[in-house]
């Protein structure tokens, strides 16, 4: 039998090279997926500390884990809550951070999950398995907010055409399926001519989004690595959807100090804290052709990545949280 080749991230090499592993660093992985990028750090000799919140992710790399002779600490979390996962470990800094962002090869492959387009599934998309799946957003939420959701996660042109339909149709017959919500979208809103994606590839990725956080655990797992990386840690963040891209990009130029001016300041107006990171130019880092040639899910990688400097750690401001939610809209009604 043939083995399997293991599997390769996006960007790998290029996200090596931002986090410099080197023998005996201490890493975390927020993001295992399919172990790619845990291997590749093992290789360099680095101890891990992978997490995972899908708990078949955790159950594929057991086999990583008993390979790595203890370097490899696999656990079933949150990369938001990969602070407390490494206290609860008994590490208090880090060498480094990789998160890779979005669904994974593995949960896109995997056609019961209801995360791709390609198979007639259940229309699931939670990544944990547990909470509200897509089938539920769509049968309980309003025809503005599901319009939102669509607009707002997935820049969906045609958002209130297609939670209109959504609504008027579930009085009968409540979208469950994959292939059933698909089809509706290519009906009510077509691909516009030149389009080489399928009509409701932004629909279904505005509501695995939803479903799963996806953006608030964005910033909660930059918030975490900012107190978790000790000076001279490596962050390293592989992003796949511009609204992604747009909070890791603000978060490194507000934790550098990008854009302020100390001699523009008000007479009497406080000082911007202290720079947390160093983020060298060149941002971000995108894959070449020969990679987008062998994997055509990699067009829309994005790699940033810094360098923690040794100024107290900040929390989110508000600013930020606002990129991560629905915007308030006046005179909504439930």
């Given amino acids: 039998m043939t ?71 696999l656990i079933e979390a949150r990369f938001g809550d990969l602070e407390s996962v490494a206290r609860g470990l008994g590490i208090d800094a880090v060498d480094g951070v990789v998160l890779d962002i979005g669904v994974s090869s593995m949960q896109l492959d995997e056609a019961d999950r209801g995360f791709s387009l390609r198979f007639d599934a259940p229309l699931d998309m939670r990544m ?85 956080d996806e953006l608030g655990e964005l910033l909660r797992g930059l918030v975490a690595a900012e107190r978790l990386l000790k000076p001279g840690g490596r962050l390293a963040v592989v992003t796949f959807h511009s609204l992604e891209d747009r909070i890791v990009k603000l978060f490194l130029a507000s934790r550098s ?3 302020h001016a100390a001699s523009r300041r008000l007479p009497g107006e406080p000082a911007e804290p202290a720079p947390t990171f160093d983020v060298p130019r060149g941002q971000p880092i995108e894959p070449g052709a020969a990679e987008t040639r ?34 308030a809209r006046r005179g909504r009604q439930g």
Avoid at 41 to 67: F, H, I, K, M, T
């Fill in 294 to 327: 062998a994997n055509p899910r990699s067009r829309s990688a994005k790699l940033r990545f810094a360098t923690r400097l040794d100024a107290p750690p900040r929390g989110a401001e508000d600013s930020m949280v606002a990129l991560t939610r629905l915007p």
């Fill in 3 to 73: 083995e399997t080749p293991p599997h390769v991230p996006v960007l790998l090499a290029e996200v090596l090279d931002a986090l410099e592993p080197l023998p005996g660093s201490v890493i975390v992985d927020g993001t295992f997926g399919a172990g790619g990028a845990t291997r590749a750090l093992l290789d360099r000799g680095a101890e891990v500390v992978a997490l995972d919140r899908d708990p078949s992710a955790v159950r594929g790399g057991g086999g990583l884990a008993a390979e790595s002779g203890g370097r490899l600490r």
């Fill in 128 to 212: 944990e398995g547990a909470g509200r799946s897509a089938a539920d957003l769509l049968r309980e939420e309003n025809e503005e907010t599901i319009a939102d959701i669509l607009f707002h996660f997935g820049e969906e042109r045609a958002a209130r055409r297609i939670a209109r339909a959504i609504v008027a149709d579930r009085e009968t017959a409540p979208y469950v399926r994959t292939a059933a919500l698909a089809e509706m979208i290519a009906r009510v809103a077509p691909a516009r001519r030149g389009e080489l994606t399928h009509p409701a590839t932004r629909t279904f990725q505005a509501l695995r989004i939803a479903v799963n």
């Fill in 257 to 259: 100090g990008r854009g």
